[in-house]
């Protein structure tokens, strides 16, 4: 198969993505209320869920956006070779295979954090903030920022080596291996995100006696 044929493919599969997700948040926008359904009724209050529906409004139209930008983005980064030239900068620092797919691999999220970054900061300092759900003040965003790196660095890098280096040595069946050490590797870090990654980020209170204990 010709480069020409995983391209439009890649491009294809890029857009079908994008449509379904469009015409998802379309049926989502189209059947909000802020009428409380009768059967919340005397189980919530009406303001507060006519609130919740503008949240939800609102931070759907602001992921079209977000999502609109990011396709466009995506889209032109491959048409104009950009892959192509981060392998190459990564090819350039003269290592073996897995050092530098791990630099290829960490460039490319740096690239994309830094493009997502304007947007993170408007839906936390602007948005969740108008609904009274951020506190969140820069210099923590800058410390969260940080901690997800550190983190990748910590913990993605060892597995994106693990991967890698089952894909050179198993050619044939490499696939299988690394599904199966990927679903392994999820499992573990259900167990390990509460009680390590998560407090990292967020501050957990023991939940007080009473009937919801």
């Avoid at 802020?34 to 949240?55: A, I, R």
């Avoid at 800058?142 to 890698?164: E, N, Q, S, Y």
């Amino acid at each position: 198969m010709s480069a020409n044929f995983y391209l439009y493919t890649i491009i294809v599969l890029l857009l079908g993505e994008y449509a379904f997700s469009l015409f998802t948040e379309y049926l989502n926008i189209k059947n909000l209320s802020s009428l409380l359904p009768d059967e919340f009724k005397g189980f919530y209050n009406g303001l507060k869920y006519q609130k919740s529906q503008e949240y939800l409004r609102e931070n759907t139209k602001f992921e079209f956006i977000s999502s609109s930008f990011m396709l466009a983005f995506t889209i032109t980064f491959i048409l104009l070779g950009g892959f192509n030239y981060m392998d190459m900068f990564s090819r350039n620092f003269g290592y073996g295979e897995i050092i530098t797919g791990i630099i290829f691999s960490l460039t490319l999220k740096f690239l994309m954090d830094i493009i997502d970054l304007p947007f993170d900061i408007y839906d936390t300092f602007i948005i969740e903030k108008k609904y009274g759900f951020n506190k969140m003040k820069p210099a923590t965003f800058i410390i969260d920022f940080l901690k997800d790196w550190l983190l990748t660095i910590l913990i993605g890098a060892p597995i994106l080596t693990a991967i890698f280096y089952i894909f050179i040595s198993l050619d044939k069946n490499a696939w299988l291996y690394v599904w199966l050490f990927i679903a392994l590797v999820q499992i573990l870090l259900a167990f390990l995100s509460p009680i390590i990654i998560l407090p990292l980020f967020n501050k957990f209170t023991p939940l007080k006696q009473g009937e919801l204990k």
